[in-house]
């Protein structure tokens, strides 16, 4: 096929072929192109299907507002359902199907729905589908989705990569027309910081689909010589193919630019980036919308709105038709005839609304006064069209213009409403607007050009920006319009929502029963639902549902614009933050050396734990923890802590700070000494805790779990700040700093005493159980040692600075290899502190009391701190609470499950029935048989009584024995040694 | 949003925590006879106001003071920022 | 007692590339020492400052280079880093000495990873990933900022014209360079 | 009118003529039995068990604007059981329960789809709470199934399992999960209420409560005063407000969640999806569109919008588990005003006035809960004690230190 609609004149670059293919039919373009006007150039008037009805339907606009022109553009991974023909660039090798369709597109299966249409009203699916229950998931749903839907996602991940970015500006403005060009310009001449931001890839707005004039040259000749100005200036950004999608709060504005899109190939460069503008200002320029007026067949191929078919002809030199009529109840409607005549396109009839005289006179074309469309034939294309009075054109194309709607939406972003303005029958930007926010030219009801040209610049005058150069010079078109909004007369099926397929017959039907608010119309009938939003639609059925409600337009109400303005992709939203880099990772200071010596690696929050490291001949995860656990009880085992969150505390009065953060008592810890801390939240639920050593008289280092370490340092500056603001404390995370090892086991000191330069004393006299204090190792290199232990062996923790970390590890397994020192991980450590009966996460889950925990008795009722006086409301002291008590199975060899509950033997399995649950479990290599944490009623004291643990969701139930959570050296004499 | 910091001047409210109403400077006496009823009110009860609330956000990614906000809350205007330190020197906080 | 020796592995030693005409390095032997002002004798701490610098602490959100090569950043009222090249891990106590107990100091030195960016489009790989203005007129030289950059904190500093360098914990060192790589391969 | 097929087939022979209003639009009278103020999902469901139930019939539901205005109208359309504590679990499966009966019920057909809901999980630790969540699920005779990652990847593959920050080690699956066509919720009870006699009054906004001797006579409105033996609020989202005018303080904080949906795209999501190491959960509707969330804003707020970066944050959740739906394009946005409670979990009780009902602090559960809440509403109402599934929803356990708190966040609403 070739470009058969093709005609002279346009902003396209002819002197370039470029190939592209629809539906596989291989067709041509030009540079300048979008799909739609290559389509229509190569005389491709059928483009889709409706929604519902699976109507045959064409090209409607010629932009954003596009409810029909959707395809479905490139292959693969790479498929893009939905796009609108009338933005998306032409370039050489696109290919774009129709969708939503059952075989070929002129012959749509499905279209037998629309001869059920009768049956198929508003809302006919809220009264059916009901019997039998069980069919509506096995057989309505499933068929009602499969029609419904739009285009297709391939399935496979979106091969391209996105960005985001943030701008900021003392001037944002939005649409390049002829008022943001101005206001644009005004504003960068007198020095501001702009950002001019326009959807479209050409700048210029519709000065470039109009022959209208600017200080006598053509309107987009105007545009392009401003738009060089501007890009010229360093105090200027351009952002073309850059639709500003939502005002958010305090002037920062969500903008989506399409890098990539007009490309065959991104070149592995980010398809879009999502900027966040941050603007002092913002002159909102973004045009209007044309509306159409609804009549029977209004649908079919060929009927478009008459700004559209104008910018057709103007902009890309295609004639959407050959035989043009026009249908108007405004003067604009006059334009594109008298456009398409200067063409030498034939416009056999204007047909006004209006009874009056033609406001342009039209040689060669006839003027229907006060007339109106009825019906249109044309199965898959227009043909005929037929008037109220019964006389029939023939046309391939009828040209609509009902009126222009201001593109208010990001006016209403906020808190916004429009106000009606009867002169232009449209809704205009009314109160409340976004703060900075000021709307000029279209947007703001000015629809004439010369109207735009000193609206654009008044609105940056206002806010101080001056430019004493005179205004462009330019007319101001006649812009004359009386309200039609249907034909009355039409019996056919009259069109409002294209793509949802909501006629005006719905929303009486919707008026009739009773859904007359417009969020009932529009949430019963879908009006307004679909991908364009209902920008050409829910002006004109908010005017039918005033009519039946016999109020007016305003009073009726206009329905929220909420962001975006138009679609914007979920991976432009996400950005880069996809796969491994969803969110940044950390890794341990022994990190390479851990993956050198068989570690695997688990996820904790956001750091990456060796878990554990296994060696040649272990069958499987079980015979490595095991060993880890079974070396570190019976010699050493070396683990990386440095996750835990250090907290360095300073200033006089450190002491009594931590005392009121920590339930129990820190008041009397001496330097060189560490303590074990349990820290409540106001509201008396146990939220953390960890050991804190004091170093020096005023200098205390605080430890936390890994995963509280940045919301207890929040706590704690809220403590220091907002609660007791003049105490003498100083907060600063050593988290990432120090390299911290857990040394446990018998032979800790042993190996210890190896690494830990001589002037220190590690005996147990000097070094005893809980002490602290700064050492050097290596041969002075700085360290400290706490004398502290999680796995209930003897223990040291060792840190020094992160950089020393890798080598430290390796330094201590070297050290420890005569004892056969073993590293271990979180699993290893996992099952220790099972064994020891120490809460961890699954424990300290935000629920639990230190009641709960069986460490009730830490919380200090003698002095002031955090969640002591709500700790004691009664129902979380009460006698049956749950406490946490240890379990293991009454036969040796059964396991046990975490999540299970326990019931008293013989009782049923309810919830009334329901005594706690098991929040940890391991198989104790120490012990030889499982063991188990878990919450009990009473639990303390039902040592010994023999319950179930059940895991219906396993399906299984063990009988367990109550006993100490004290697993191993219950006395702690280990620790001391 | 963005929060005008006293100190460092606008910030994305992104670097910010949000706690909750101001109110909760206000801790109550441990001691006062009431006190468990004056802690229930304290943790639990809010004016969840429809307009000007005054609010604590926590400046974690930045200099990381605690701030008193007053903010609406129907418009989001933020009409007053102030350290929440000096605040609670103000409501007669000290050591 | 056998001997062993502990060798320094920071986690980005060696990256030094050059992308969209940025150079983009990790210089590894930068110390920071935290410098807090007690509450109350906030006059004493200035003093014993500019006593050892020759320079007072700046005003929030500003640094100073001084005399002896330290970079004295002001985050915070009550709070300063002082950032210098110095390899050996003893930056506190020097600085301690130096200033005589009239401030708390805190070894800072490994808790973060440097990465300068020199460039006259290093700004703009920056707006990537950087919500702060970092025009000339918003952020000069010597200007420094805390801020939240691809859910990482990060302390950035405009040392010159076309020239930043930014602080960022080094646990997460490989996504910190991987943020700023990546804006960098994005704009080229 | 009772709809039926056949009834479809009559009107569409008969130029869909016939078709009736779906509710009345009465004027108020001055004294009813029970008025209800707020025409939500929650309290046109009390208002029809009211009649249905407890065969009450001088009811009128108070509605500021119109019905179904609130949250019922804009939320992500969830329904599950899939709790885990005592004071929780069984009312949802309650509510569950009236779910896959409401239609045949009320004869409207809501779309009520049990296409399963799946809450994935990615640690141990998570696994862990799973179980114990989906045992706690199993003893409150709801169903509960647990899938490895395997079975998802069989069931799921368009998940992100072998590029994922943070793996996908399982799930836990509520078969009888799904998803319900929200609006015609509202509609359906509205029509059942109405039907039954009672009235349902748009664009009547309460404006204070007529209150003396610690008793609630009646409301104030813009439509002159109503006196009531009862008087019952159900106005989630602006609960507070409300509460001000008879002098009550509650513990609760306003926040907005915002929502999202897609264009419309072929069936690509089969049930619900939840992410369990970001903020992201989706499913697909009827008409195609990828209906999704994450979390709320976080701020107090009465504003019913949100901001950019809560947007951005469910998108890279989303892109995190399913990066196919990277080129599906967000269509709108909303956001609804959340009672958000102290400990997550909502309130059907008394007020210490005399005659003065609360329903409310929802959170961002309410739309699950609505038959439910609308039953034991009514039974509170009617009998004056409360529903045995709602014995602990009362506003003084914090009081008393009885908490309901599912996510283990205490007392700051936000993090609920």
């Not at chain 1, 496979?156 to 960005?163: E, G, H, L, R, S």
């Not at chain 1, 067949?297 to 709105?305: K, S």
Request: glycine content about 10%.
């Amino acid at each position: 096929m070739s470009q058969v609609n093709r005609i002279t004149g346009g902003r396209i670059d002819r002197s370039t072929q470029i190939a592209f293919t629809f539906n596989g039919k291989v067709m041509h373009g030009h540079p300048g192109d979008t799909l739609a006007s290559a389509l229509l150039a190569n005389g491709q008037r059928l483009v889709g299907r409706s929604f519902k009805y699976h109507r045959p339907r064409g090209i409607f606009t010629a932009g954003s507002e596009e409810p029909n022109a959707l395809v479905e553009l490139r292959r693969g991974a790479a498929q893009e359902p939905n796009t609108r023909a009338t933005t998306a660039e032409l370039f050489d090798g696109l290919d774009a199907r129709s969708q939503n369709h059952r075989g070929p597109l002129g012959f749509d299966f499905m279209a037998v729905t629309d001869l059920l249409s009768p049956f198929l009203a508003a809302g006919f699916y809220y009264k059916t589908f009901m019997w039998p229950r069980a069919f509506w998931e096995k057989l309505y749903e499933p068929a009602i989705r499969d029609a419904a839907g739009l285009g297709r996602l391939s399935g496979q991940d979106d091969p391209d990569i996105y960005d985001k970015g943030y701008l900021h500006c003392d001037l944002l403005v939005i649409g390049s027309g002829p008022a943001g060009l101005m206001a644009a310009r005004t504003a960068a001449r007198a020095g501001a910081r702009v950002i001019l931001a326009d959807e479209d890839f050409a700048l210029g707005g519709r000065l470039n689909a109009e022959t209208l004039a600017v200080d006598g040259r053509a309107g987009a000749d105007w545009a392009a010589e401003t738009v060089a100005e501007l890009a010229a200036m360093s105090n200027v950004r351009l952002l073309g193919r850059t639709t500003v999608y939502g005002a958010y709060d305090h002037g920062v504005y969500g903008a989506l630019e399409r890098c990539t899109d007009h490309l065959a190939d991104s070149g592995g460069k980010p398809r879009q980036v999502l900027w966040r503008i941050y603007a002092k200002r913002a002159v909102l320029a973004a045009g209007a919308t044309e509306r159409p007026i609804a009549f029977g067949n209004n649908d079919r191929p060929g009927v478009m709105l008459a700004g559209a078919v104008r910018a057709y002809a103007n902009r890309w030199g295609v004639a959407p038709g050959r035989r043009v009529a026009i249908f108007s109840n405004n003067d604009d409607g006059w334009r594109t005839a008298a456009d398409l005549m200067a063409r030498g396109i034939e416009v056999p009839a204007v047909i006004d609304s209006r009874d009056r005289a033609a406001p342009l006179d039209l040689p060669g074309t006839r003027h229907v006064r006060a007339g109106a469309v009825a019906d249109t034939q044309g199965r898959k294309g227009l043909r005929r069209i037929t008037l109220t009075d019964g006389q029939m054109i023939d046309v391939d194309c009828l040209a609509v213009s009902g009126g222009w709607n201001p593109n208010v939406h990001l006016t209403c972003h906020q808190r916004g409403r429009p106000a009606w303005r009867d002169d232009l029958s449209a809704f205009v930007p009314g109160g409340d607007l976004p703060p900075g926010m000021v709307v000029a030219g279209a947007a703001n009801g000015a629809l004439t050009l010369g109207a735009a040209l000193r609206e654009g610049r008044a609105a940056v005058e206002a806010m101080g920006y001056a430019d004493k150069t005179p205004l462009p010079e330019a007319e101001d078109e006649p812009r004359d319009c009386a309200p039609m909004w249907h034909v009355k007369d039409s019996r056919a099926r009259a069109w409002l929502d294209l793509q949802n397929d909501v006629t005006v017959k719905d929303v009486k039907q919707a008026h009739q029963e009773g859904f007359r608010a417009v969020e009932h119309l529009k949430r019963y009938t879908t009006l307004g639902m679909a991908t364009d939003q209902g920008k050409t639609a829910n002006i004109p059925a908010l005017a039918i549902m005033a009519e039946c409600t016999g109020k007016t337009i305003p009073e009726t109400g206009t329905t929220m614009f909420r962001p975006p303005y138009t679609p914007v992709p979920i991976g432009a939203l996400a950005g880069r933050a996809r796969g491994r880099h969803f969110r940044p990772y950390r890794l341990t200071p022994s990190h390479d050396w851990a993956k050198a010596n068989g570690a695997t690696f688990v996820e904790v929050g956001n750091w990456l734990r060796a878990q554990w490291f296994a060696r040649p001949g272990e069958a499987g995860w079980r015979d490595s923890v095991d060993r880890e656990v079974r070396t570190t009880r019976t010699s050493v085992g070396i683990c990386d802590v440095t996750t835990l969150g250090k907290i360095d505390i300073q200033g006089r009065d450190a002491a009594e700070f931590l005392n009121r953060v920590y339930c129990n008592g820190f008041a009397t810890l001496a330097v060189g000494k560490v303590r074990y801390g349990l820290m409540l939240r106001e509201d008396g639920v146990a939220y953390d805790d960890g050991t804190t050593a004091r170093l020096a008289e005023h200098h205390y280092v605080m430890t936390t779990t890994t995963a509280n370490a940045v919301t207890v340092f929040r706590r704690l500056e809220f403590a220091r700040q907002c609660l007791w603001p003049d105490l003498d404390v100083h907060l600063i995370s050593t988290t990432d700093g120090w390299a911290q090892f857990a040394v446990a086991g018998p032979k800790s000191r042993d190996l210890l005493r190896k690494v830990v330069d001589a002037d220190q004393d590690l005996s147990n006299e000097a070094f005893p159980f809980m002490a602290c204090g700064a050492v050097t190792v290596c041969g002075g290199t700085p360290a400290r040692l706490f004398r502290i232990s999680f796995s209930g062996e003897m223990a040291y923790e060792i840190a020094v600075p992160a950089r020393y970390g890798n080598a430290m590890m390796g330094v201590l397994m070297e050290a420890g290899k005569e004892f056969d020192a073993c590293p271990y991980g979180t699993e290893a450590l996992g099952v220790m502190r099972i064994e020891k009966g120490h809460a961890a996460g699954n424990e300290l889950d935000g629920r639990n009391t230190a009641h709960n925990l069986g460490m009730g008795r830490m919380v200090s009722q003698k002095k002031d701190c955090i969640g002591n006086v709500l700790s004691q409301r009664p129902e979380m002291i009460r006698e049956d609470a749950v406490q946490l008590v240890g379990f293991r199975p009454v036969d040796p060899e059964a396991r046990l499950i975490a999540g299970a509950h326990f019931l008293d033997t013989g009782a049923e399995a309810t919830m009334d029935n329901d005594q706690g649950w098991m929040s940890s479990v391991a198989h104790s290599p120490t012990l030889g048989h499982a063991i188990g944490l878990g919450f009990l009623a009473r639990g303390a004291a039902r040592m010994g009584e023999i319950l179930r643990a059940v895991s219906p969701v396993h399906g299984t139930e063990t009988e367990v024995v109550v006993v100490s959570p004290h697993f191993v050296d219950p006395e702690g004499e280990r620790l001391r040694g | 949003m963005i929060i005008a910091h006293p100190l460092l001047g606008p910030r994305d409210a992104s670097e910010f925590v949000y706690l909750g109403d101001a109110a909760l400077i206000d801790r109550p006496d441990w001691q006062a006879p009431d006190a468990a009823e004056r802690f229930h009110a304290y943790g639990y009860l809010r004016d969840n106001p429809a307009g000007a609330h005054r609010e604590l956000w926590y400046h974690e990614q930045g200099d990381r003071s605690w701030l008193v906000v007053t903010r609406d809350t129907v418009t989001h205007e933020i009409s007053r920022v102030e350290l929440a330190r000096d605040a609670a020197r103000a409501r007669g906080r000290g050591r | 007692m056998a001997d062993f020796t502990l060798t320094s592995w920071p986690p980005l030693a060696g990256t030094d590339m050059t992308l969209a005409g940025v150079r983009l390095w990790a210089p590894t032997d930068l110390a920071v020492v935290s410098l807090a002002l007690p509450l109350g004798r906030e006059d004493a701490a200035m003093a014993a400052i500019k006593a050892a610098h020759g320079t007072a602490l700046p005003e929030i959100g500003k640094s100073v280079v001084t005399a002896d090569g330290v970079r004295l950043i002001r985050l915070a009222p009550d709070l300063a880093f002082a950032v210098f090249t110095h390899a050996t891990p003893d930056a506190e106590r020097v600085v301690a000495e130096r200033l005589g107990g009239a401030v708390y100091t805190t070894e800072q030195t490994d808790v973060w990873v440097a990465l300068g960016l020199s460039g006259p489009d290093a700004r703009r790989a920056l707006e990537r990933i950087c919500m702060l203005d970092l025009h000339s007129d918003a952020f000069a030289v010597d200007d420094a900022a805390r801020t939240v950059m691809e859910h990482l904190g990060v302390l950035i500093l405009r040392t010159g014209a076309d020239d930043y360098l930014l602080l960022s914990a080094s646990s997460s060192a490989m996504s910190f360079l991987h943020a700023l790589e990546t804006s960098l391969r994005n704009i080229a | 009118m009772r709809y039926s097929a056949l009834k479809i087939l009559r009107e569409g022979l008969t130029g869909n003529k016939g078709w009736k209003p779906v509710w009345r639009e009465p004027e108020p009278k001055s004294e009813y039995d029970i008025v209800i103020i707020g025409a939500g999902g929650h309290g046109l469901a009390t208002a029809y068990y009211l009649a249905r139930e407890f065969g009450m019939r001088n009811i009128a539901v108070l509605e500021k604007g119109w019905l179904g205005s609130g949250n019922i109208g804009r939320n992500t359309t969830i329904i599950r059981s899939n709790y885990m504590l005592p004071g929780n679990e069984p009312f949802y499966e309650m509510s569950l329960k009236l779910w896959e009966g409401l239609e045949q019920d009320f004869n409207y057909n809501a779309m009520v789809s049990q296409r399963s809901i799946l809450n994935l999980f990615h640690s141990d630790g998570q696994r862990d709470a799973f179980v114990r969540r989906a045992n706690a699920m199993k003893l409150a005779g709801a169903d509960a199934e647990l899938a490895d990652a395997d079975q998802l990847r069989a069931e799921l593959p368009f998940l992100d399992f072998d590029n994922a920050r943070f793996p996908i080690k399982g799930g836990l699956y509520q078969r009888r999960g799904g998803t319900v066509r929200h609006d015609a919720v509202a509609w359906g009870y509205a029509r059942g209420a109405d039907a039954r006699g009672v009235d349902i009054i748009q664009n009547c906004e309460v404006t204070g409560f007529d209150i003396s001797d610690g008793r609630c006579h009646g409301v104030e409105t813009t439509r002159g005063p109503i006196r009531a033996a009862k008087v019952a609020v159900c106005v989630a989202g602006s609960s507070s407000r409300v509460m001000e005018k008879a002098g009550l303080r509650l513990p609760i904080e306003s926040h907005v969640l915002q929502a999202f949906v897609t264009e419309g795209l072929k069936p690509v999501i089969p049930g619900v999806i939840t992410f369990g190491a970001g903020h992201f959960y989706v499913s697909q509707s009827d008409k195609g569109g990828l209906v999704f969330g994450g979390d709320i804003d976080g701020y107090n707020s009465y504003a019913q919008r949100g901001n950019l970066p809560v947007v951005e944050d469910v998108a890279e959740g989303g892109m995190a588990i399913m990066p196919m739906i990277g080129r599906a394009r967000l269509l709108r946005s909303w956001g609804g005003i959340m009672d958000m409670s102290m400990d997550g979990s909502p309130f059907i009780d008394r007020t210490p006035v005399d005659g003065l009902y609360f329903n409310g602090g929802w959170c961002y559960g309410g739309f699950k809960a609505t038959p439910a809440s609308g039953f034991c509403y009514a039974h509170l109402i009617a009998r004056d004690e409360p529903h045995p599934v709602a014995t602990q929803m009362r506003l003084d356990r914090f009081a008393r230190g009885n908490l309901i708190d599912e996510k283990g966040m205490g007392n700051q609403p936000n993090l609920h």
